[in-house]
């Protein structure tokens, strides 16, 4: 399994900015390559599943979300086996949890998809 650390959540006031991050460790008995990384979110409107903002290629190839598009950057730092989400000009409706979601290579478990424990984020008017 791939352990994943987030971190950056918090309050901000609408139309304020907010960085997440969320790093990716295996047990040193295992090797991992990481394939697609990204960010799900649970608003508080509706905390009936997850919705896709977000994910990152090994090759930086980007999936953004409609209601984000141009507001939320995804990037990831290979090395570090990092991937942050720059959220910008933030709304109310941005509000809820934002889980880090990662699927890669464990050796020698095989193709694993692992989830994050999730990040506040809070929007004040």
């Known amino acids: 399994q791939v352990q994943l650390v987030e971190s950056g959540g918090g309050l901000v006031q609408a139309g304020g900015s907010l960085r997440l991050s969320c790093a990716a460790s295996v047990p040193s008995t295992s090797i991992f390559t990481i394939k697609t990384m990204g960010w799900y979110r649970q608003t508080l409107g509706d905390r009936r599943e997850r919705e896709l903002v977000?994910?990152?290629?090994?090759?930086?190839?980007?999936t953004v979300a409609d209601s984000v598009k141009g507001r939320f950057t995804i990037s990831r730092d290979n090395a570090l086996n990092t991937v942050y989400l720059q959220m910008g000009s933030l709304k109310a409706e941005d509000a809820g949890v934002y889980y880090c979601?990662?699927?890669?290579?464990?050796?020698?478990?095989?193709?694993?998809?692992?989830w994050g424990q999730g990040t506040l984020v809070s929007v004040s008017s």
């Open positions: 977000a994910t990152i290629t090994s090759d930086h190839i980007t």
């Open positions: 979601n990662v699927n890669a290579y464990v050796w020698p478990t095989g193709t694993v998809e692992n």
